[in-house]
């Protein structure tokens, strides 16, 4: 072992280094050998084979980003799931009943925002007005 505790990390720098100096002579070589033809199709934004229309600079609802949040929420469970599961053997009932309240606190957020419709995308039918003597 070298005496120098920075001289372990020296082929970790040498590897930096040189990945970094190989992606930058790469796109200089691109940007310089490069042949640039542009024309007014290769300038139009692509969108999924489809036609561009309208603005590019839409308001999205606050339920795409909730839905997004919530999709992150789930693989960070499903991160502690999987650990917790090749261990379960080792922490006995303990770990199961960790891993339940674990499950339960998750299952009490995951409901509320069903309650709160935020998981539903679809539009709804407004309901018609209620007259005189009607009931729901």
Do not use: C
């Not at 600079?57 to 999709?71: C, E, I």
């Not at 922490?91 to 998981?119: N, S």
């Amino acid at each position: 072992m070298p005496d120098n505790y920075f001289a372990r990390y020296l082929p970790f720098l040498i590897h930096i280094i040189m990945a970094g100096g190989i992606a930058v002579a790469i796109i200089s070589l691109s940007w310089l050998i490069g042949v640039r033809r542009p024309s007014r199709a290769k300038l139009m934004p692509y969108e999924s084979g489809m036609v561009p229309v309208g603005d590019a600079r839409q308001r999205f609802s606050v339920k795409f980003y909730l839905v997004a949040m919530l999709f992150i929420l789930f693989d960070v469970e499903a991160v502690f799931i999987y650990p917790w599961a090749i261990i379960l053997r080792d922490l006995k009932r303990f770990g199961l009943w960790e891993m339940l309240v674990y499950i339960g606190i998750f299952l009490v957020g995951f409901f509320y925002v069903w309650k709160k419709g935020v998981l539903d995308w679809g539009e709804t039918a407004p309901r018609p007005a209620l007259t005189g003597g009607e009931r729901r």
